[in-house]
């Protein structure tokens, strides 16, 4: 039963991640790609857990922690250029 909602997950996922990737491609206004991308790296820290769950290794958390907090500076820095047009 845990490896098949495993899977489910995994593949909503994976959609969701195809989701994220399109509206980054699609968006006009450069808010909102920040937004798209920031997004698509929570959706893919989320599959990073759940694999690194799945496979009982936890290096991919690792990972995971990384792309997390690299997606937070990211962030940070591109909402103070565009606010304040200067990054520091």
Same mark, same amino acid.
């Given at each position: 039963? !845990? /490896?098949?909602? $495993? ?11 195809? #989701?994220?990737?399109? /509206?980054?491609?699609?968006? *006009? +206004? /450069? ?6 991308? &920031?997004?698509? %790296? ?6 990073? #857990?759940? $694999?690194?769950?799945? /496979?009982?290794? =936890? $290096?991919?958390? &690792?990972? %995971?922690?990384? @792309? ?8 940070? #820095?591109? =909402?103070?250029? !565009? +606010?304040?047009? *200067? @990054?520091?």
């Amino acid at each position: 039963m !845990h /490896e098949f909602v $495993y899977a489910l997950a995994l593949g909503w996922m994976t959609l969701l991640l195809g #989701v994220c990737v399109f /509206e980054v491609v699609r968006a *006009k +206004s /450069e808010l909102v790609r920040v937004l798209a991308l &920031d997004t698509l %790296a929570l959706v893919l820290v989320a599959v990073l #857990v759940l $694999y690194a769950t799945t /496979e009982g290794v =936890s $290096y991919y958390l &690792d990972a %995971a922690l990384v @792309i997390a907090l690299l997606s937070f500076v990211g962030t940070l #820095v591109a =909402s103070r250029y !565009h +606010s304040e047009g *200067k @990054i520091f």
